[in-house]
């Protein structure tokens, strides 16, 4: 016994535990580089199941695969449905769109933003009226907008280096820019997709109508880059020509739909919770593979490896499949309402939602003392080119989790690529590295991994 | 007169020197971002002029074509060609291969490597001997060997971090492979593409006889990572399977080639030198987008920088296209001649040839206090999530340039997805990102930028 608490002591004061945490990381990463799972995964989810759009007979199969895939890893103590009402929107046939103009008709990709309402049978025709911001649209004032189409065309900002940054400072257009033309009387939105390329991908996401009563709505779509280019450059030439689109999307009602929650109970503090997730919804034009297939796999992976490694958390780890962050988030706000309820003590959530890229590091939430905790072990993570600890937002399926003390954080891949495939018909699996990915699940292993081991 | 000095004084003791670091870089990254050429020249290489094996028309079109863009960048004093005598090796007609076992022909995808022999009209026909070491094949000895196909089917190791070192461990197979396979009565080799996923693409690149004489010299092809997986299979269940492979190249003798410089003679010291290049050459399987397209023009893009912000360099700033860095090395080889021949004094040299990925770092060739000096100027690049600044290989042009005090440099980019393309027919033009293309440029330009104010 005294030989223990000697080599305990040793132990302490030689910084052998700093060490162990170098071998355990490069087990991580090795773990991850030969022996992950997430790949394959991936792969079912993108090319068997395909889109997972809430309410959507691909998301109800993803429920059932993941929930499946916990339990045949035998990782878990518990894995569970968490019953959540879904929105359920749906994007009908394929939308048309042309530009008129001297009497020819150039086709155009568009697509209908999530949540619009569809267009007349006959579609929307006419005269366009091109915008930047929403200032410059107030002051066209309704005398101006009436009875015409909006085209909001402001690009992505490119001088950004984090390319997060301009889709942030560019997604007012979609996310309210219909709701903005309505008011002055506009018949129709059109919003310049956001992608950094020039490209025939038209890219949607969800648009939000607010407290816009239903008979003033107006139908919307995204166009791709490349039409974006034409129909400004048309208008130039030709600032009364039409513009045509029609989509016949709809809303249903809401559906029952799920959380997948897999558990298992810490060893030595099982009522402290580690959550770690993605969503497992994603926008219909493609199989959402960065967005988010890969967060989800990558989540499942987390377990994996601490399993190959038999590692046993000290804290319940929690690996949650969000259902649909796209367009509403009710699975973040139920999990959320759940924990409350239970009165759950959450001390890190982490979620992965920017894609299946290279990783960079973490965006952070915490106070100044659990940041620099953290920022300690940066250190650990450099022979992976792990760089990059910053302040910032963790994922929307985490951002409203509160508890007594907790830290979140969001995994951040190399972003320069991202909105190449952001909501866009291109975001398939072939647009995945699997090197990339796994690196990605790794590097969010380490940290749960270091978390679970001392604390906050 | 007193003021200035005063204003000097200040500037120095007040770090404003520092501050004009930071504008500067940000400058250099906005330029690069929001106004470079790069990505428009790459299409031209790629689309317009196609693949640039050293002696083909390709190549003495992108000699022009370059030549052409420095002059009229009006950025450079002068503009010129240094010959060079290049090895032309010609693919001929495609090649073919298949598996022959119980009476089936299954077809696998192969090429030639760079520097093969051809086969007989007839192909080889013979039974393959799988190996993964040189040792294995020692141990194998004549016997086994003689009058088979030797199979070199060692994966790239995925367990590393950084790519390169992968192919650095896996890379003796191909290019000294069928030279072994030789001394043993082998007919031919077939060596697994260096490339970590699993694809149809086969992977050429350059093998070398050494001073194996001409009629002992084996004809020897990359087979794609699922065709080497299909063949080890199929070998384990029927190991006196046939394997054949028919390939018309043949070595032509070797034809003038050139590298094209572009200089600005140094405002201050113009007997210094910085060279920055990238080799012009590629293989002939694809475009050569990644290698080494993008850091021709990510170079020549350094000097276009320069001149949009009117940044006059001290020293004397050269951008060479190195050519036949593929199969011969001969361009470096005659810049560093010449330089020798006229008493060049080169302070700093940079190359870029490990892709138009996002770049993360560089790998520096100095003595430790160079090294220092250069590592002290990280934080400036921390904003542009540039971290790594790593000892290590600079780059093939210029690993043998000598001069009095010399330090070189690559350009080191996110090495996950190089070798899904290297040396491959998807090695194309939508293989590159913009965006990160952009930044390896103003990365390159920024170290470029403080090495040129502060020297070494």
């Known amino acids: ?106 086709k155009v990709p568009v697509c209908a933003l999530g949540g619009s309402i569809a267009t007349s049978k006959n579609g929307v025709t006419a005269e366009v009226i091109e915008v930047q911001s929403f200032k410059e649209l107030e002051q066209l004032g309704t005398e ?81 880059t490349n039409g974006a280019e034409l129909l400004s450059k048309e208008l130039k030439q030709n600032p009364k020509l039409t513009f045509y689109f029609k989509q016949s999307c709809y809303q249903e009602k809401d559906v029952l739909s799920y959380n997948v929650v897999g558990e298992i109970k810490g060893s030595v503090t099982p009522e402290k919770i580690i959550v770690v997730g993605g969503h497992l919804d994603s926008w219909d034009l493609a199989d959402g593979s960065h967005d988010d297939g890969a967060g989800c796999v990558q989540s499942l992976e987390v377990v994996n490896i601490f399993k190959n490694l038999n590692y046993k958390p000290k804290n319940t780890i929690r690996v949650v499949m969000f259902m649909n962050e796209e367009n509403g988030g009710r699975g973040g706000d139920k999990y959320q309402e759940q924990s409350l309820k239970n009165n759950e003590n959450h001390i890190f959530a982490m979620e992965s939602d920017s894609g299946g890229f290279s990783p960079r590091g973490f965006s952070i939430e915490a106070d100044d003392s659990s940041f620099s905790k953290i920022a300690q072990w940066k250190s650990l993570f450099e022979p992976y080119l792990i760089h990059s600890f910053m302040k910032g937002h963790s994922g929307s399926d985490i951002q409203d989790l509160t508890s007594r003390r907790i830290v979140k954080a969001g995994l951040r891949p190399d972003s320069q690529r991202y909105f190449d495939y952001h909501h866009a018909g291109n975001d398939t699996f072939e647009a995945v590295n699997k090197r990339e990915l796994e690196l990605g699940a790794a590097t969010m292993t380490s940290l749960i991994y270091l978390i679970d081991k001392y604390g906050i």
Not at 74 to 100: C, N, S, T
Not at 201 to 224: K, L, M, N, W
Request: aromatic share 10%; net charge positive.
């Open 1 to 106: 016994m005294k030989k223990i608490t000697f080599l305990l002591l040793l132990i302490s004061f030689t910084g052998f535990s700093q060490i162990s945490d170098e071998e355990q990381l490069k087990a991580i990463y090795n773990q991850a580089l030969t022996n992950s799972k997430c790949y394959s995964q991936l792969e079912y989810l993108s090319n068997t199941i395909g889109h997972r759009l809430s309410g959507s007979a691909g998301a109800e199969k993803a429920v059932l695969y993941t929930k499946q895939q916990m339990e045949q890893s035998g990782a878990f103590d518990k894995v569970y449905l968490q019953e959540v009402m879904v929105p359920k929107w749906v994007r009908g046939g394929k939308e048309e769109a042309y530009i008129k103009v001297q009497g020819k008709k150039i």
């Open 144 to 224: 101006k907008i009436k009875g015409k189409i909006v085209f909001f065309n402001r690009p992505m900002n490119p001088s950004n280096i984090e390319a997060f940054h301009s889709y942030g400072s560019a997604g007012d257009q979609r996310r309210s820019g219909p709701k903005e033309a309505s008011k002055f009387g506009a018949v129709g939105a059109i919003v310049r997709s956001l992608n950094f390329r020039l490209d025939d991908y038209p890219h949607t996401g969800a648009t939000s109508y607010g407290d816009i009563p239903v008979e003033q709505r107006i139908p919307t779509a995204a166009i791709s």
